[in-house]
């Protein structure tokens, strides 16, 4: 592979969604969580591990957390770890020079050698350096299967939050967040219709959200019931 070509890997490997920002998270229930985030390059001196289910908002909060940081101290990088297992872990030299790592989806990479040791000492060089480091999980680091000890006792060293899964109501503000972006307005009676015969899953929403998007200006009408029920087909 050409330099270059490296080059554009590793370019891809730590792109973000850009409008996954704090202004576009509903709190609700993660209060604590957001203010962490936001503490962020403020002299907060102590990285994060967020741990939650699936749809809890860590991957947003994450980031979250690289956008917020861009912005304020200088340059971070994003790390799925469930897209870049396979990779090799040389994609994390060089990441300490950086003002923040966030590192997602840390169970995908437990019990392979070669990436436990790679994320001990990008641990121990970005603190060394002054850069902070966001993580976030299932579980606790304890309860991931890493088999280094060592990455394990820095993970735990981290302040530990648990974000919580989205009750109906936060569903609701969230679809609401969601057609906001867009600049779309869903009638009461068309939320409690998605909500009620969709799939509560966040990203199943977010589809939702876009087909009915590309919809609605396709078609140059409202979302109302009937024609979110023509556009989404029959109930599940």
Known sequence: MTGGHRRAQRALAFQWNDR?????????GNEEAVAAI??????HPQGLYLMGPGDSGKS????????????????????????????????????DQLALVAIDDLAAVAGDPAWEEGLFHLYNRLRDQGGQLVVGARQ?????????????SRLEALLRLRLSAPDDQRRRLILKALLGQRGLTLP???IDYVLRHQSRDLDHLLM????????????GRRLTVPFAREVLGPPD
């Open 20 to 28: 996954a920002d704090l202004a576009s998270f509903v709190p609700h």
């Open 38 to 43: 936001r503490s962020l390059g403020d002299g």
């Open 60 to 95: 947003h909060l994450l980031q979250a957390a690289c956008g917020d940081a861009t912005q304020k101290t200088g340059q971070a990088v994003y790390l799925p770890l469930a897209q870049l297992a396979g990779q090799s872990p040389a994609l994390l030299e060089g990441l």
């Open 140 to 152: 606790a680091p304890a309860g991931l299967g890493l088999q280094l000890p060592d990455l394990v």
């Open 188 to 190: 009461e009676p068309t």
């Open 208 to 219: 939702v959200v876009e087909r009915l998007d590309a919809a609605s200006l396709e078609a």
